[in-house]
Protein backbone atom coordinates (compact mmCIF):
# COMPACT_ATOMS: atom_id res chain seq x y z
CA UNK A 1 0.00 0.00 0.00
CA UNK A 2 0.98 3.43 -1.09
CA UNK A 3 -0.54 6.73 1.17
CA UNK A 4 -0.49 9.55 -0.77
CA UNK A 5 -0.80 13.34 0.94
CA UNK A 6 -1.00 16.91 -1.28
CA UNK A 7 -0.42 20.09 -0.27
CA UNK A 8 0.36 23.55 -1.78
CA UNK A 9 -2.49 24.36 -3.73
CA UNK A 10 -4.54 27.75 -3.47
CA UNK A 11 -5.66 30.76 -5.18
CA UNK A 12 -2.92 32.74 -7.15
CA UNK A 13 -3.31 35.14 -9.96
CA UNK A 14 -2.50 34.45 -13.69
CA UNK A 15 0.91 34.37 -14.26
CA UNK A 16 2.27 33.64 -10.87
CA UNK A 17 3.83 30.46 -9.68
CA UNK A 18 2.34 27.91 -7.30
CA UNK A 19 4.73 24.06 -6.09
CA UNK A 20 2.43 21.48 -4.92
CA UNK A 21 4.21 18.70 -3.29
CA UNK A 22 2.66 15.22 -2.81
CA UNK A 23 3.95 13.26 0.36
CA UNK A 24 3.95 9.45 -0.15
CA UNK A 25 4.39 6.81 3.01
CA UNK A 26 4.36 2.67 2.71
CA UNK A 27 6.00 0.51 0.34
CA UNK A 28 9.58 1.65 -1.35
CA UNK A 29 8.39 5.01 -2.40
CA UNK A 30 11.54 4.85 -4.62
CA UNK A 31 10.31 2.27 -6.34
CA UNK A 32 7.48 3.47 -8.25
CA UNK A 33 6.83 6.11 -10.99
CA UNK A 34 4.37 9.13 -9.63
CA UNK A 35 2.37 11.55 -11.60
CA UNK A 36 -0.35 14.50 -11.37
CA UNK A 37 -3.37 14.59 -12.87
CA UNK A 38 -6.20 17.42 -12.61
CA UNK A 39 -9.73 17.74 -12.82
CA UNK A 40 -11.21 20.58 -13.52
CA UNK A 41 -15.66 20.99 -12.77
CA UNK A 42 -17.67 18.95 -15.01
CA UNK A 43 -14.37 18.10 -16.97
CA UNK A 44 -12.70 14.37 -16.85
CA UNK A 45 -9.43 13.52 -14.84
CA UNK A 46 -6.57 14.74 -17.37
CA UNK A 47 -2.79 13.59 -16.65
CA UNK A 48 -0.69 16.74 -16.65
CA UNK A 49 3.00 14.96 -15.95
CA UNK A 50 4.68 12.13 -14.95
CA UNK A 51 7.86 11.20 -13.12
CA UNK A 52 9.64 7.77 -13.59
CA UNK A 53 10.99 6.20 -10.37
CA UNK A 54 14.64 7.42 -10.54
CA UNK A 55 13.36 10.94 -11.68
CA UNK A 56 15.70 10.37 -15.44
CA UNK A 57 12.57 10.16 -17.58
CA UNK A 58 9.47 12.64 -17.47
CA UNK A 59 6.54 13.22 -19.33
CA UNK A 60 3.96 16.49 -19.78
CA UNK A 61 0.88 17.08 -21.24
CA UNK A 62 0.62 19.97 -23.97
CA UNK A 63 -0.73 21.94 -21.63
CA UNK A 64 1.77 21.61 -19.09
CA UNK A 65 4.94 21.83 -21.17
CA UNK A 66 7.18 24.50 -20.92
CA UNK A 67 5.28 26.29 -17.91
CA UNK A 68 5.48 22.80 -15.14
CA UNK A 69 7.87 20.88 -13.84
CA UNK A 70 7.52 17.63 -12.14
CA UNK A 71 10.38 16.40 -9.97
CA UNK A 72 10.89 14.15 -7.23
CA UNK A 73 13.49 13.61 -4.11
CA UNK A 74 13.06 10.22 -3.02
CA UNK A 75 15.21 10.20 0.15
CA UNK A 76 11.88 12.58 1.47
CA UNK A 77 8.91 10.32 -0.24
CA UNK A 78 8.12 13.40 -2.40
CA UNK A 79 7.36 14.63 -5.69
CA UNK A 80 6.54 18.18 -6.64
CA UNK A 81 5.17 20.12 -9.13
CA UNK A 82 6.05 23.75 -9.90
CA UNK A 83 4.13 25.52 -11.79
CA UNK A 84 4.86 28.84 -13.19
CA UNK A 85 3.01 31.53 -15.44
CA UNK A 86 -0.33 29.97 -14.56
CA UNK A 87 -3.26 30.65 -16.21
CA UNK A 88 -7.14 30.55 -15.42
CA UNK A 89 -7.50 27.72 -17.32
CA UNK A 90 -5.24 25.93 -15.03
CA UNK A 91 -8.08 25.68 -12.20
CA UNK A 92 -8.84 22.36 -11.29
CA UNK A 93 -8.14 19.82 -8.20
CA UNK A 94 -4.78 18.27 -8.55
CA UNK A 95 -4.12 14.60 -7.91
CA UNK A 96 -0.89 12.96 -6.87
CA UNK A 97 -1.45 9.40 -8.30
CA UNK A 98 1.46 6.41 -7.98
CA UNK A 99 2.19 3.41 -9.88
CA UNK A 100 0.48 3.37 -13.09
CA UNK A 101 0.14 -0.36 -15.30
CA UNK A 102 -0.33 2.14 -18.28
CA UNK A 103 0.39 5.84 -17.38
CA UNK A 104 -1.48 7.38 -20.02
CA UNK A 105 -4.83 5.68 -19.00
CA UNK A 106 -5.55 7.43 -15.07
CA UNK A 107 -7.77 4.19 -14.53
CA UNK A 108 -5.06 1.84 -14.00
CA UNK A 109 -2.86 4.23 -11.63
CA UNK A 110 -3.13 2.18 -8.34
CA UNK A 111 -3.16 4.75 -5.29
CA UNK A 112 -4.35 8.65 -5.69
CA UNK A 113 -4.47 11.30 -3.06
CA UNK A 114 -7.15 13.30 -1.62
CA UNK A 115 -6.46 16.27 -4.02
CA UNK A 116 -5.88 19.76 -3.51
CA UNK A 117 -7.36 23.10 -5.13
CA UNK A 118 -5.65 24.95 -7.58
CA UNK A 119 -7.42 28.37 -8.39
CA UNK A 120 -6.28 30.75 -10.90
CA UNK A 121 -7.49 34.67 -11.12
CA UNK A 122 -7.88 36.19 -14.16
Known amino acids: QVQLVESGGGLVQAGGSLRLSCAGSGRSFSSISMGWFRQAPGKERDLVAV????????YYADSAKGRFTISRDNAKNTVYLQMNRLKPEDTAVYYCAADPSRVLVASSWKYWGQGTQVTVSS
Open 51 to 58: ISDTGGST
